[in-house]
């Protein structure tokens, strides 16, 4: 059963560990995996399990057709533990506020506008807690329950089926390693989204940067025409960036400045940031941006040392897709086919698809039936996940 299924991944904790330089980034993974592994032997379906803790598997379809895959991934998310998560099932839901245990959290339709769609779902949340893991592991659920129905129809009239489940997407690593002649499909989808009436087939370009700021410390009686305080300095250089481009006052396509953490002293002062944008002209001048106020700020504060180190993570997967129709065009026909309304939709995040796509794999997303991801508020809507199952099994029929 699909909710049996969703709750036992759930209650793994998978966390991934930016700070770790082993692959996976933390051993706890490897639950999980090991325990997809095995459910996919008592299916009788052949594995791959990777050094580098990436999941394969592959069912046979009729051979004059390539195979499309699936795939989506074991780790949850840095910014809330993903540890004893204690999920509430609330049956035929009716539109009122859900009190999260006894955290003091409550789930509103007053603040999450799509609760007031659910009336009379069935909705899974956290306890307040914790997340709930419904990122990605609603996928990795729904995954394996069209995997479970795949394998009852009849081999000709089936396209072939390639499985992947990959650790470390939280941190974005989920790529690295992957191996596109291992995974063996024309072109694949993940299912890392929310909404099951979204296909998404464009996403975030995006950098990340860290700035170091090494200030000079004096004792403050004696500090006047001395002391640099490096913490100042760095505040000065976040007020400095433009003020409207941050999430809280962004949306859809428009790119943002997001800093994600801070910390320093008088002598040294850290900030590490993620740079998003659709178009990557912009995103290169947000980037300038962080250029020309480290330049004025060295003149500001003679003495002063400040350091950018800016790294490339990811970048927009719709310039493979468009280059590739025919996995948009599939997605397309399968939800005709099932009579559902769709809308493409641009991701702001990323995605394992993105990298996939231009390592050979083109890789649009799909929903989950999950939201408000990396927090205590998220839930997932049975009904929402039973009907991804219903699309994902489609992809495969002739």
């Not at 490897?30 to 032997?41: A, T």
């Not at 609330?90 to 603040?111: C, F, Q, R």
């Not at 970048?315 to 397309?332: C, F, G, Q, S």
């Amino acid at each position: 059963m699909l909710l049996d299924r969703f709750i036992r991944y759930i209650k793994i904790d998978t966390q991934s560990d930016e700070d770790s330089l082993s692959t996976p980034s933390s051993l706890k993974q490897y639950d999980l995996l090991n325990l997809l592994k095995q459910e996919l032997g008592e299916l009788g379906v052949k594995t791959t399990l990777d050094k580098y803790g990436r999941l394969y598997a592959k069912v046979e379809g009729n051979p004059a057709y390539s195979n499309i895959g699936l795939c989506s991934h074991v780790d949850t998310a840095l910014e809330c533990s993903g540890k004893d998560v204690k999920p509430q099932i609330i049956k035929n839901y009716d539109l009122s506020d859900i009190k999260l245990g006894s955290s003091g959290l409550v789930l509103s339709p007053k603040e999450f506008a799509k609760l007031n769609e659910l009336k009379g779902k069935t909705i899974i949340t956290t306890d307040g807690t914790t997340l709930l893991g419904g990122d990605d592991k609603a996928g990795v659920a729904i995954i394996m329950t069209i995997l479970e129905n795949y394998l009852k129809i009849d081999k000709t009239k089936r396209r072939g089926f390639s499985i992947l489940f990959t650790p470390d997407e939280e941190i974005g690593r989920g790529p690295e390693h992957f191996d596109p002649k291992q995974y063996g499909c024309e072109f694949a989808y993940t299912i890392d989204g929310d909404d099951p009436k979204y296909i998404e087939i464009e996403n975030f370009n995006a950098k990340a940067i860290e700035i170091e700021i090494k200030g000079k410390s004096i004792h403050p009686g004696s500090a006047k025409g001395v002391m640099i305080n490096a913490s100042l300095v760095l505040a000065d250089f976040m007020n400095s960036l433009p003020k409207d481009m941050i999430p809280a006052k962004t949306e859809k396509r428009e790119g943002f400045n997001h800093v994600v953490s801070i910390e320093g002293n008088v002598e040294v002062a850290k900030a590490h940031y993620i740079l998003r944008n659709h178009d990557s002209s912009i995103l290169d001048k947000q980037v300038n941006d962080f250029k020309n106020i480290k330049n004025e700020l060295f003149k500001k504060y003679p003495g002063c040392e400040i350091s950018l180190q800016i790294t490339d993570q990811y970048k927009n997967m719709k310039e493979i897709i468009d280059k590739n129709p025919e996995v948009k065009n599939h997605i397309e026909k399968v939800y005709q086919r099932l009579g559902y309304q769709f809308e493409y939709n641009p991701i702001r995040g990323g995605t394992d698809g993105a990298t996939f796509s231009f390592k050979g794999v083109p890789c649009p997303n799909l929903g989950t039936g999950s939201y408000n991801h990396h927090g205590r508020y998220e839930f997932a809507v049975l009904e929402e996940m039973e009907k991804m199952v219903e699309i994902g099994l489609e992809i495969f029929k002739l």
